[in-house]
């Protein structure tokens, strides 16, 4: 209670944004999305990252990492169930775009369908037997998957095994907007509208059925059932929903960086991502996108103190965690104040 | 509506929880089961409301055998359950929670109004926390509200788990009053109880199990006179 007075820009925002009317709300929305857009020129300024390109390390790791985070908040944060195999979900997105994008005449947009698609496919087919699982049973299996997923790949011939796959082709250019190696201003620029479209079905999603149904689940599952809620639908929904983003930031990945190899799909992905949501605020969508701005950006910020990045990144993990255990911009936590029983009424 | 369990058996792994018991809860009653802790009281209602699957045996409800619905189907069909600990979202506020209740229902937007105001006469407690998080309530307001949340979806049989658990003496008799005024408006009731005096005083009718058995069934009336029902449940012997 007493740390959230003075220190809660989540209800500061919500408070902004509750009292704009619709055109207000309209001119808040469009100057944040045009300022964001504005990010790639700011190179110059202190924002600059040394050593890693700064209109780079906007794209991969920041925007990226904010799609993922955003994907699987929906699975950790909105539905309660712990995944520490996202990376599987991403590594299905590169794979499909690498291996589509090298054998058919297919681009990165055609391609990228087929990448959520086989990325939600994995997902009903890991949910069906796994998700009646609760807790840390889940979460083992999950992260068996990540690695079976990282295996295969790195065994089969297919996948051109621990040589990876190079010369995928560059997203096609979109009228004037080129996409470039040494320039990744359009490629941020399409991160930042997949970005928007995910919090945009998640917003939608969360007031309707499917968020109610999430929430109840989050809180008491067997309760839920109760109600009526077919918990399990839902939960291989929420599972579906969070591989789908992440097999668009693989397809996306993949075409960016032009080639992938099984190293890059580690349980570490797994747990920085997990990081990030955690960091952040689990469950809040904001707190998300902010956590995983500054998971992303802060290693390649610091670079200069070269191997002593490391440890400063884990400092500030530790000492963030320490002074505010909910993450950044935590959500509205209204459980907090419980009332143990009634034992003198 | 008669909801009947013939010959239920139920397992915990390989730990055989209910051996073999046998209920009947006819149309507008109140049935109550009664037993120690670990009698398997917890696990039958469980097992009537799906969140158990059977071994074997069957739940006839309304004619047909329901041990196949999936748990959310159930309360289609009208069988809804207030879980034993209060089981309520604890970060839903009283409102959110009751609207958890319709969350099956077809028509809901029509029903919810009208069912509000009803579970509001039940419980004016409810009604002056509505914005208040369930987690906040006390525990007695809690028992309320899951009770209410249950009610919410219209049931034809409201499984009770233990309402009176943790709960002081007065709240416990506010709730049992009310139980019996859920009863009077329609709804057949199948109580579980460890407070074998007030259940006994509410239910028409009572099962006591031990150890997974039902080892006697008796009008509830005649189980609260008799001897060794009253040394065993009730807490005071034969000769006093």
Request: net charge positive; with cysteine.
């Amino acid at each position: 209670m007493k740390i959230r007075n003075y220190w809660n820009l989540r209800d500061l925002g919500a408070s902004v944004w509750e009292k704009a009317n619709r055109p207000k709300r309209v001119v808040i929305a469009t100057s944040s999305i045009f300022l964001v857009g504005l990010l790639p020129f700011a190179g110059a300024s202190f924002l600059a990252t040394p050593i890693a390109a700064y209109d780079a390390v906007l794209v991969y790791p920041v925007g990226v990492f904010i799609l993922m985070a955003l994907g699987l908040n929906i699975v950790v944060g909105k539905s309660g169930m712990l995944d520490l195999g996202y990376v599987a979900f991403f590594a299905i997105g590169a794979y499909t775009m690498a291996l589509m994008g090298t054998h058919t005449g297919l681009n990165t947009w055609e391609i990228m369908p087929f990448g959520i698609g086989f990325a939600m496919l994995a997902g009903v087919l890991l949910g069906l037997p796994t998700l009646r699982l609760r807790g840390d049973y889940l979460a083992i299996v999950t992260l068996g998957f990540g690695e079976i997923v990282r295996l295969v790949v790195l065994n089969s011939t297919w996948s051109k095994g621990p040589n990876g796959i190079a010369n995928i082709p560059m997203p096609p250019d979109i009228g004037p907007f080129k996409f470039k190696l040494e320039d990744q201003k359009v490629f941020f620029w399409v991160v930042v509208i997949m970005i928007l479209l995910v919090i945009w079905m998640i917003r939608r999603l969360s007031i309707r059925r499917p968020g109610r149904a999430w929430e109840a689940i989050r809180q008491d599952e067997d309760a839920a059932e109760l109600m009526g809620v077919a918990t399990l639908k839902y939960k291989i929904w929420s599972f579906t929903l969070g591989a789908a983003v992440g097999g668009a930031a693989g397809v996306l990945y993949a075409s960016k960086n032009l080639f992938i190899a099984p190293e890059m799909f580690t349980l570490n992905v797994s747990i920085l991502i997990l990081s990030c949501v955690v960091f952040g605020g689990i469950g809040n969508i904001w707190g998300v996108v902010v956590g995983a701005t500054i998971l992303g950006y802060l290693p390649d910020r610091i670079r200069f103190i070269s191997d002593a990045r490391l440890l400063v990144f884990g400092a500030v993990l530790v000492v963030v965690m320490n002074f505010r255990p909910d993450g950044l911009l935590p959500r509205k936590k209204r459980e907090k104040a419980i009332v143990k029983s009634e034992v003198n009424a | 509506m008669r909801l009947e369990i013939r010959d239920l058996h139920v397992h915990y792994g390989k730990i055989e929880a209910i051996k073999g018991v046998s209920v009947v809860v006819n149309e507008g009653e109140i049935v109550t089961l009664i037993g120690a802790n670990g009698a398997g009281k917890t696990t039958t209602l469980k097992t009537i409301s799906g969140l158990r699957k059977v071994s074997s045996g069957a739940i006839i409800f309304d004619g047909q055998d329901i041990s196949k619905v999936p748990a959310h189907e159930r309360v289609d069909l009208g069988i809804s359950q207030a879980p034993e600990g209060r089981g309520i979202f604890p970060g839903m506020t009283v409102l959110e929670n009751l609207e958890m209740g319709k969350f099956h229902r077809k028509n809901r937007r029509q029903e919810m109004a009208e069912d509000l105001d009803k579970i509001y006469e039940l419980f004016p407690r409810l009604k002056e926390r509505t914005s208040q998080a369930g987690g906040t309530l006390s525990g007695g307001e809690q028992q309320m509200l899951a009770i209410g949340r249950a009610l919410m979806a219209r049931p034809k049989v409201l499984l009770l788990d233990e309402p009176s658990m943790g709960l002081a003496p007065q709240m416990i008799a506010n709730i049992f009053r009310i139980i019996t005024e859920i009863n009077k408006q329609g709804v057949t009731i199948l109580l579980v109880e460890q407070n074998a005096q007030q259940a006994l005083q509410r239910a028409h009718r009572a099962y006591i199990l031990e150890t997974g058995n039902v080892v006697k069934e008796a009008k509830a009336s005649d189980l609260l006179n008799d001897p060794a029902v009253r040394e065993a449940y009730l807490g005071t012997g034969a000769h006093q």
